[in-house]
C-alpha cells in the first residue's frame, strides 16, 4: 500500500508540474533553439550548427502578444506564412504604416495594417520578408501577418558563455525609409 501511495503522489507532483510549465510556455515565456545562421552573429555566429550542440538557445516573452506592442529592431518568433509546422526568427524592421524601399527597386512601399516587415542579421543567408508572405502591391516585397508572431526574443539562454540579453537594434544597411 505504501508503494501504491507513493507512486500516486509522485504522479500528481509530476502531472502538476506539467501542467504549470505548459501554462507558463504558452502564455508567459518559453525557450527555444535557433538552428541554423540566418540570424548570425546575433545568434548562432560560429557558423554552421549541423549538431545542434552548439546552438543557441533563447527566452522569449509573450507579454508583447497583448494588443501587438512590438517595436522597431524587435527580434521575434514566427511561424511560416507558407508552413504554420516551421518556426522563423528574424528581426522588425518596419511596422504597419511604416514605408519600405529596397535597393532594388525604385519606389517604396507601405507596410499595411496587422502586418511587420522582418528581416535576418544574415542578409545573404535569410528567408525573410524579401522571400516569403503575402505580397503588396502586386511587388515581390512581402510581410508577416502580426498574428503569426509567438513572441519576442529577449535573451540568450545557453551556451553559458553567450548568455546576456538580445539587444533591440535597427540594421544600419536595412529596408526601412
Not at 542578409?123 to 502580426?146: E, M, V
Amino acid at each position: 500500500m505504501g508503494t501504491q501511495n507513493f507512486l500516486w503522489s509522485f504522479a500528481k507532483k509530476y502531472f502538476t508540474f506539467g501542467l504549470i510549465a505548459l501554462t507558463v510556455s504558452d502564455r508567459y515565456a518559453s525557450v527555444v533553439p535557433i538552428r541554423g545562421v540566418s540570424m548570425s552573429p546575433t545568434f548562432n555566429p560560429h557558423g554552421s550548427t549541423l549538431t545542434g550542440l552548439t546552438d543557441d538557445y533563447v527566452l522569449v516573452e509573450k507579454f508583447c502578444l497583448d494588443k501587438y506592442k512590438f517595436s522597431q529592431g524587435d527580434v521575434v518568433v514566427f511561424c511560416s506564412p507558407s508552413n504554420h509546422k516551421e518556426n522563423h526568427i528574424k528581426r522588425i524592421t518596419a511596422l504597419p504604416g511604416d514605408w519600405i524601399s529596397s535597393p532594388y527597386a525604385h519606389d517604396a512601399l507601405k507596410v499595411p495594417e496587422g502586418h511587420c516587415w522582418v528581416e535576418g542579421d544574415n542578409f545573404a543567408s535569410s528567408l525573410d520578408s524579401r522571400s516569403f508572405g503575402p505580397k503588396l502591391l502586386t511587388k515581390s516585397y512581402r510581410q508577416i501577418p502580426l498574428g503569426l508572431v509567438q513572441g519576442r526574443v529577449t535573451h540568450i539562454v545557453w551556451p553559458p558563455r553567450r548568455v546576456g540579453k538580445v539587444e533591440r537594434r535597427i540594421p544600419q544597411d536595412g529596408l526601412p525609409f
